[in-house]
């Protein structure tokens, strides 16, 4: 898997880019993941991935009109910050830790904790609940809510996690 093609996103596209975070994470957030000034391309994977470049490094993937960071630029900044504190995260225990590294969809009995803002159909990240190291993002399947209450069924579409395609070549262009 590689890269298809790649082209830099308008001063509007960015503005765009940067609202989009802002909506989702906070403005304090945002501004920590893609700034003005950033030189954004945007690269083709597959007809439904794109990923978002920001400086040359991976950094987004856009899926179905979504837009959300990577999980390795979430790895990157979770070691200056605790993702566990941030809005659209869904917090698992150690035991579902291995499940969602091999591409499992998160179930609800492993969630310890996730934000309450949730809405079913969202795009969230997962962390694991001792450092709040990133494992996957994905789509809710439930609100956050339920997410914490519910002991039943799956709660989040694990749609890219640390160690998958996208992960490795993300991170193989990154080093390069």
């Given amino acids: 898997m590689e890269f298809k093609g790649r082209q830099f996103l308008s ?15 906070g403005e304090e957030v945002a501004q920590k993941l893609v700034r003005k000034k950033d030189s954004i391309e945007i690269a083709t994977i597959d007809k439904t991935t794109r990923i978002i470049l920001v400086n040359g490094k991976p950094r987004f993937i856009k899926r ?3 837009i959300f960071p990577l999980v390795s630029t979430l790895y990157e900044i979770s070691n200056e910050e605790d993702l566990r504190t941030w809005k659209r995260k ?9 499940y969602v590294l091999s591409g499992a969809d998160v179930m609800a009995p492993g ?9 079913e159909g969202d795009f969230v990240f997962v962390v694991e609940e001792d450092f709040g190291r ?5 789509i809710a399947l439930m609100s956050g809510k339920e997410m914490i209450e519910k002991k039943r069924g799956k709660a989040v579409k694990n749609i890219h996690h640390a160690k998958d395609k996208i992960w490795e070549l993300t991170v193989y262009s990154a080093s390069r």
């Fill in 134 to 138: 990133p494992l996957a993002i994905g």
């Fill in 111 to 119: 969630i310890t904790d996730a934000d309450e803002e949730i809405k």
């Fill in 11 to 25: 001063k509007k596209d960015v503005k765009n880019l940067i609202r989009d975070m802002g909506n989702i994470f």
């Fill in 64 to 66: 179905e009109g979504l």
């Fill in 90 to 98: 869904v917090v698992v225990d150690q035991g579902a830790v291995p």
